[in-house]
């Protein structure tokens, strides 16, 4: 089945599922209110779950040429000693900075498709579409409109630095400290992608000065990517996550990605998901009338988001421990035997 689809949000989710949908025959319209695509951004994690959905939307492939293909990982604790490793063939990642994967994104669709600079529509006056696709993101006025501000998402407990520097990094590494975390993966363009996040109050202010004092007496290889960081580079923002909402849908409108489960990042799911969402959503829209379509939706991807979200928290929260650190990462050598 095809029909007439907008989709509010020209992010990650949004251009997923306009690539899987334009290409099964639909006539598809992206409102964007960026006049542009981003350029700037940092390193984001495709999961083989995610890279099938991208597959399926026409575009795995574009990732694959261009993100830098990673299986091995870290946990260090701030002395540098090792917690535990996974080296897996079976979950290979492939590590590609936002801009890229947005410009493969775009590369996919047809010309028009996407309207830059073009706030979402009211729902009111998008009667004349079958269905809507919420993909506007963590501060979603979509969710607020159909389910009350009840339901948007809520400060996490840390906040957060991104950013890159010019190199190479072999591998994944994540040092984990009490109150606070540190991360560092390779990214494609010849670039070393860095995390840090700190326990804080919500919209703390600290900028690349207080990161380098919060972990100047890390080990050498944070400080020496923090001694190569441009400060104009660098993203300072709180995490968030969303509570639990009572459907994803409502209607003819389905909320995808961060407008449905926006999640703390510790796990490196957020983005996999909404790529997920929309895959799903896309190909059940294509099998069914939209009504059942979306009711399907629903019950296929609510519950697992909302594991991912209270499982992204855990993680964030274990990893920074301040007590019980032995048992901690006695449990994590013990995992990643089994990874």
């Known amino acids: 089945m095809a029909g007439c689809a907008a989709i509010l949000g020209g992010g990650i989710g949004g251009l997923t599922a306009a690539n899987h949908l334009t290409r099964r025959g639909w006539d598809v319209t992206v409102f964007e209110r960026s006049a542009a695509p981003p350029t ?20 795995g492939d574009g990732v694959r040429k261009l993100g830098a293909m990673q299986r091995r990982a870290a946990f260090l604790r701030p002395d540098g000693s090792v917690i535990g490793r996974v080296d897996s063939e079976r979950r290979t990642a492939y590590l590609i900075s936002r801009p890229a994967l947005h410009g493969v994104l775009l590369d996919g669709l047809p010309g028009g498709v996407v309207r830059f600079a073009t706030p979402s529509p009211d729902l009111a006056t998008l009667a004349g579409f079958d269905v809507v696709v919420a993909a506007d993101g963590t501060r979603s006025a979509t969710r607020d409109v159909l389910f009350g501000a009840q339901y948007r998402p809520g400060y996490t407990g840390m906040t957060a630095w991104r950013g890159w520097i010019p190199g190479e990094a072999a591998s994944v590494s994540e040092t984990w400290g009490p109150g606070a975390l540190f991360g560092i993966t390779p990214r494609e363009g010849g670039l070393v992608n860095w995390f840090a996040a700190v326990r804080s109050p919500a919209e703390s202010t600290g900028g690349l000065d207080f990161v380098r004092a919060r972990f100047g007496d890390w080990h050498q290889d944070i400080r020496k990517i923090l001694e190569q960081v441009d400060p104009d580079v660098v993203l300072h923002h709180d995490l968030y996550e969303s509570p639990p909402l009572p459907s994803y849908v409502r209607g003819n409108v389905a909320l995808i990605g961060d407008a449905a489960h926006s999640m703390a990042p510790n796990l490196g799911r957020g983005a996999c998901e909404a790529m997920v969402d929309a895959v799903t959503l896309g190909r059940l829209l294509t099998e069914h009338r939209v009504a059942d379509a979306l009711r399907r939706y629903d019950r296929a991807r609510r519950r697992p988001t909302r594991r991912l979200v209270r499982a992204s928290h855990l993680v964030g929260r274990v990893a920074t421990a301040r007590h019980w650190i032995g048992v901690r990462d006695a449990a994590v050598r013990l995992g990643s035997r089994f990874a």
Do not use: H, M, S
């Not at 083989?48 to 939307?57: E, G, I, M, N």
């Open 40 to 59: 700037t951004g940092t390193a984001l994690g495709v999961w083989p779950q995610a890279v099938a959905a991208l597959d399926d939307a026409g575009v």
